[in-house]
């Protein structure tokens, strides 16, 4: 059995370094994983990926040879994915069976694998039983009403897209003060009074988008800091409840 943990979220905010973090402490929890680059444009990775898309697709040379500029070359390299799918499941499955868990680090700008086919199709050729979001909430991002509002409809969008079960994590919360976590954490527990204080919003509309924020009170949200190790193991437990059913992590 594979079990995968996509990391997704806006560009930049985070993806690589919890993939890199996380491995690190799985690693000293004694977990045994694997880890997936899908990201072709990137330059520097800071964990030891197991699967590497950059070894089907040189982005250098698409730029070279269709003089691409960089958003086109990212789309161009994105849906070329499709056409590994079966060398990628494969060597997904080959590792993914002896490891409890494969995270997989998705592209830097999301909506290259959220909603562009190739992302669909690699997440569609493994059961759904055995998958799951991390969906990463940037905290530079969230940390104003109008950005968390947002950025949940997005992670909703996503999880509509994708449609597989998601775990929420703040990301880089060493850069807030506690305060700040704190107002994230009621803002998604009570929405509609701070959805009807921002600017312009019709009282029908904030109903609405706060029912979709309401709706997510049962998916677990995770303050997270790739660079303090603060909420890893929380995130941890949580892919071992998904995963593992909360035992040993090592198999
Ligand atoms: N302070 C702090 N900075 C972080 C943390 N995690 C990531 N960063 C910084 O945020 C920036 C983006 O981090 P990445 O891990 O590359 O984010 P990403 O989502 O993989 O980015 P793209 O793939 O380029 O979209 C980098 O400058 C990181 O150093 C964190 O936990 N704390
Ligand atoms: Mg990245």
């Known amino acids: 059995m594979t079990n995968i943990c996509y ?3 806006t560009a930049g905010s985070g993806k690589t370094m919890l993939t890199s973090s996380l491995q690190q402490y799985l690693i000293t929890k004694g977990a045994s994983l694997t880890t997936v680059n899908l990201d ?4 520097y990775i800071p964990y030891k990926a197991d699967i590497d898309i950059r070894d089907y ?3 250098d040379r698409l730029v070279d040879e269709y003089k691409l500029g960089p958003n086109g070359a ?3 390299a994105a849906d070329l994915i499709a056409d590994y799918i079966a060398e990628i499941r494969e060597d997904i499955e080959e590792l993914g069976e002896s490891s409890a868990v494969v995270l997989v680090d998705t592209p830097g700008q999301m909506e290259l694998f959220a909603y562009r086919n190739s992302g669909l199709k690699i997440s569609e050729s493994f059961p759904k039983d055995t998958s799951f979001l991390t969906f990463l909430f940037d905290s530079s991002l969230v940390s104003q009403i109008s950005g968390f509002i947002s950025i949940s409809l997005l992670a909703t969008s996503v999880q509509i897209r994708l449609n597989l079960p998601v775990t929420h994590v703040i990301t880089k919360v060493d850069l807030l003060k506690p305060h700040q976590v704190d107002d994230i954490i009621a803002w998604r527990e009570d929405p509609y009074e701070a959805i009807e204080e921002l600017y312009g919003m ?3 509309f904030s109903a609405r988008a706060g029912q979709i924020i309401e709706g997510m009170s049962e998916i677990p949200l995770i303050p997270v800091s790739a660079l303090s190790g603060e909420g890893l193991e929380l995130l941890s437990a949580q892919i071992s409840r ?3 059913a909360g035992e040993d992590w090592s198999i």
Do not use: W
Not at 40 to 43: D, I, S
């Open 242 to 244: 998904v995963f593992v």
């Open 202 to 204: 019709t009282r029908e």
């Open 57 to 59: 697709i040189d982005y």
């Open 74 to 76: 990212m789309i161009a």
């Open 7 to 9: 990391l997704v979220g």
């Open 40 to 43: 072709p444009a990137v330059q």
